[in-house]
Structures are given as C-alpha cells and as structure tokens.
C-alpha cells in the first residue's frame, strides 16, 4: 500500500482539504497511473454534500481522470509504462452478470464499483476518486486517449462525454434528425457538439437567452428559449429526440409537448422528482428514458470518435487550492463548461 | 337528417336524462347502425362531469357501440345492411397526415374526430355517442365484429380492448415475457386477456388481496399486491413489460422499480399528473411511454384476435334508465368488469 496526497471532504459541512489516502499494491489485472488532470463533475459535489444521502466521509471525489501509466500488474496486456489513459466512473463490477456480459457495467446486477464513494473490494471501507496524486485501477476499466486530443481538455470526456454520447447512440441519432439538447452545462455542451458531429440538426433548448452566442459557437443550428411560448408553440411536436442534461427536479411537461409522436427524451441529470403529465406521453404515444454514464467499450469507442473528429470539452483550468470556489461557481453554472484541476497543484 | 331519442347530460351536475338528437342523412360513404349494445366507459363519466375541461354540453357519451347496419352509401363497398358491426373511440380523421397514412388516425396531426364531443364536421357542433338509438358513421371508421363472438361482450372491446392490445403489440410482447398489468379494472381485466393469449406470463399487480381469485380466472398467472413491501422486492427488476391501466394519478416509482434494465412501462390510463423520479428511470435505461387507443387496421386486427381466440370482455348488461346508478359504480370500482348498455331500453 502507498500513502498518497488527496483532497477531501471529511464531513456534510466541511471544505475540501489536503488528506492522505491509501492506494493498493498492484494486483496482476491492476495498472498505477500518475494523474495529470481530473474534471469536476455536478455529482462531486452531490456527494460531498450528501446530497443523494448515500455519501460515505471522507469522500475524495473526481471521476474524469486523465494521467499517464507508471506501472503496471504482471497479467496486463493491454497498456504499458508512460501510456496515456482515463478513468470515468467506475473501476470495478462483477463482470459475470447479463449486463457487463452486455458490455453494460454501468448497470452490473451485482453493483458496479464507482470511481469514488463505491464499496473497495481490496483495502475495505469505500474508494476514492481522482482529486489526488495517483490511482490503481483494473486494466478492463481503464481507456486509452488518443494522444492528438489537447489532454486536459479530455479529461471530461470521462462523465460528462459518455453520459451525453451514449443515450444519441442507443436512440439511433442521424443525419437529418431534429435533435433538442435541454440545459447548456457540462453535459448540454458536449450533448451539443455530439449530436452535431453525429449529423443531426441541433437545438439547444435553454431558458436563458445569454447563451444564445455559446451555444451556437458549440455546433447548435438553433437555440430556443423554453421560456418564451411563443417560440415553444412554433417548434411543438417537431423534435425527433431530446436529450434533457437538466441536472435537478424540473417540469418535464412543456418539452414532451416539442416532441413528435414515437419520439423519446432521455433524462441523463435529474436524478430527482420530475413533473411529468401522463397525457402528454398518452396524446401521441411518447417515451420518458433514462440513461446512466455508458459502459466501457462504448466509452473507447466514444474517445476513439473524440480522436477522429478533434472533439474535446470547453474547460476552464483551476488548481485544487481553488476547488472550493469553483463548487460554488459550477452550482450558479458560472464555467464555460467544465472545470479541469491541474493535478500537479497538489504537490504545491 | 333523423331525430332519434339518445341520453344525454345537459350540465356539468345534471345526470343523463333523455334528450333528442340530430344524425346526418347518408353521405357517399356512410353507414348508418342501429345501435344494439353500448359500453360504459370510465371517460364517459370524466366527459360528462367535465372533468378534462373540454366537455361540450349536451355530452351524448358513447364510444364502445355495436350494432346492425342498416342503410349504406352508395359509395360504401365493404359493409351491406344487415351486418353485424362496431364503432369505437374514433369517426374519422384527416386521412392525409403522416399519422393517418401509417394507420395511426387516433394521433392524426390534424384532429381526429372523437366519436363524441368532437368536432361535427357535417352539422356543426360537437358528435354525440353511442348512448343513443342509431349512428351514421363514414366507412372507413366501422369495424367488422366476428359472428362467432358474444354479440354484447363484444362492445367493450372497441375501448378497453384496443387500448390494452395496441401497447402490447406495439411494445412486441411475445410468448415467455413477464408482463405485469397494473390495477384490475375494464382496462386491466383485458389486458390480463390478452397478455395471457399472447403467451406472456402474466402478473396481475393490484392493491387489493380481494382480486387474487378473480385475476387468476382471467388468466393471471401470478397476482403482486403492490402494498406489500415483501412481494413487491421480491419482484424487483424482473418485469419485461408493465402495462399500466391506472386510470388517476398516482405514485409510479413501485412501478419502475419492477422493471428490467431497458424495460418500458406504458401509461394507458393516467390523464392526469403522475409521480416520478428520474434517477428510478436513469438507474437501468427504464423507459415509461404513453399509448392511446389504436388505430382503425389494429382495432380490426384485435377483432379478429379475438373471433379466433373466443375472447371478449366480463360484462354486466344494464338499461339505459339505470346509466346514473351505473356510473356510480364505475367510480367504486364495483363492476366485473364493464356495464354494456342494452339500447333497446332507450325506447322504454
């Protein structure tokens, strides 16, 4: 076991502090990477907060991790000194149930094993997340980025990246489809350039009519202010998919009225009570889904795409000194759009 | 045009009374029935008591009719008089939409027209139902009933039968699928039928112990008490399909939590605001979709079912005289498990 350098919150109430943290030795699967960088994500500050009531203290947050391998178990094929790699959500799950035999660890029926917060199988109590020097993480959970990718700017890619790129692959979006990306965070601006890269005619669907520049710099055809009827009537039952990055309870309602009759919005934030009126699903036999995250070898295949097509976040750099402050300003969505800590700070 | 004797509800408070209404003379490509069997459906009542806002006084309700065909258009090829025929929830459409063309003329983009309380496109006004002695209905809108079947029983399928049948077919509910039917009503009990027929195994899901009996003669293969914590763990995550035929608000969250990762639950009776949470959805890429009744091809094709599978509705005949008793009972939910109007008491 190494004793390393993190950040952590140690109760509900406190500021997240320097505290060393304990990494396990390398087992035959397990691969050590030295981070470089690691977003912050809306869910690092639920669980610092208990907002979800599940948070288990100290909590280390940080799932979007970027660093470089520095070594590897003796079983790994797959990766070797100096790669560059990620870490998202998760690092662990049974890998014998239908879902992860599905490639679908993100639903593993046994639980899958969270970046941070989830149960350790190996030093007991729970994990801890990427707000610290380094990690050790079972090679199947570990991506591979390609190296033409700016890397901080990558770093998202890993949460925010997935959980608006898998939801436009499971629900087909294509060229031509008339596509509503709701809310412009972390999530909506990556939900903007994907479906955009993917072929769709996109509209950022946003109550604030300050973002109308943004989000059409980001790739949005289109930007419709929820707030305005007019502008809701007009798009009424037009919309193919929406995918809703909205990350708190909110009245579902008028944007199952934008869709078309068969089509779906997927929620991918609100893990909360919505509004939901069953006559608007009723009326034109429209879908309600949820999406979490995505599995691994749909988040590759995301970063492979990434690398193609030169697509990263729009990230704002802070040093961990600085987290606390940022908190406060990704809850008033004061960041274009993601914060990327520099981890090398932490030595500082 | 005829005056014929229907019963109506003049007000908001007013019980069905009597009342003498207009029906048009026969178009190119109109049936005229003689009304012989009417069903009572749980809308009538939100209909005549206003209770979706959008009741036009008087409410001639009325949307599960069967009866004789008596006189046709000239136009009309496919029906003579003397067959045995039902209309449903619908009398015509645009034909022209998107919608109709796929035979979905229940979402018609341009209005279907209800078969009461629509828009009378011939005389004006709004169309009266099926609650009443004779009906003129274009071709395209009658349905062929199979001779072999029990002529009365027959009636709730152009409602409750459809409505049920089109979600199961539509969401591809096959032989050895689990499918949970939600609350044991008109709706439900034909779900249960059906479900049963298509050779899904079938879980009634009901609040009340005092259904077990009747859900397994319908052809449940198993019945969940939905209050019982126990039974309702036991079951967690292990439904392919829930059809959900509860015809009010309510919580839905016990609901989604019976479903499989990917499985859909469809709302076919809740017109009103229904509690949800998003993370119940996004936890396993759950899906709630709404339907409404189904199309002309599909209500015809459900017939056909039915003719070939001896299935029809559990029914209580009443006189039209007892209309305001019966809908009492409706609303207790003490009837098995449809009244059907028997019109020749309207000449009483």
């Given amino acids: 076991m190494s004793t390393i ?8 109430e406190a500021d997240l502090e320097p505290y060393d943290i304990k990494r396990r030795e390398l087992l035959p699967n397990d691969v050590k990477i030295e981070i470089e960088y690691c977003g912050v994500c809306h869910s690092d500050i639920h669980q610092v907060r208990n907002d979800w009531g599940n ?22 094929s797959n990766f070797k000194k100096g790669d560059l790699v990620g870490v998202g959500c998760m ?35 729970h994990t801890f997340g990427g707000y610290s020097e380094m990690v050790v993480v079972r090679e199947k959970f570990v991506l591979k980025i390609p ?3 700016d890397t901080k700017a990558v770093a998202p890619l890993l949460c925010a990246g997935i959980t608006t790129w898998s939801p436009l692959r499971q629900w087909n979006v294509k060229k031509g489809d008339k596509v509503g990306v709701i809310g412009l965070g972390g999530l909506g601006h990556m939900g903007v350039k994907f479906a955009s890269a993917l072929g769709a005619h996109v509209v ?8 109308i520049d943004d989000a059409r710099k980001l790739g949005a055809d289109e930007v419709l202010i929820s707030k305005d009827e007019e502008q809701m009537k007009k798009h009424q039952g037009s919309f193919d998919f929406l995918l809703n990055t ?20 997927v929620l991918v934030g609100a893990i909360d009570s919505v509004d939901l009126h069953g006559g608007g699903l009723i009326m034109g036999r429209k879908r309600v889904a949820g999406s979490l995250i995505g599995g691994i070898k749909e988040t590759q295949e995301m970063l492979d795409f990434c690398g ?27 960041v274009k759009y993601r914060f990327v800590i520099d981890m090398k700070s932490i030595k500082n």
Same sequence: chains 1, 2.
């Avoid at 350098?5 to 509900?12: E, F, M, V």
């Fill in 91 to 125: 690092v662990d799950s049974c890998q014998e149930c239908e879902s992860c035999k599905q490639d679908l660890e993100q639903y593993c029926e046994n639980g899958m094993v969270a970046t941070y917060n989830g149960p350790d199988k190996h030093l007991g109590g």
């Fill in 55 to 76: 948070s288990k203290y100290p909590v280390v947050p940080g799932h979007e991790i970027i660093g470089r391998v520095t070594e590897v178990g003796k079983e790994v």
């Fill in 204 to 211: 950022m669907v946003t109550t604030s009519e300050s973002k």
């Fill in 5 to 12: 350098n993190a950040y952590a919150a140690k109760t509900k």
């Fill in 147 to 149: 190296e033409n990718l």
């Fill in 246 to 265: 909205v990350p708190v309870g909110h009245d579902t309602n008028p944007y199952i009225g934008l869709l078309k009759r068969d089509a779906t919005m």
């Fill in 308 to 334: 193609e097509h030169n697509i990263v976040s729009d990230i704002e750099m802070i040093d961990i000194q600085n987290i606390n402050e940022a908190y406060e300003r990704v809850i008033k969505s004061d």
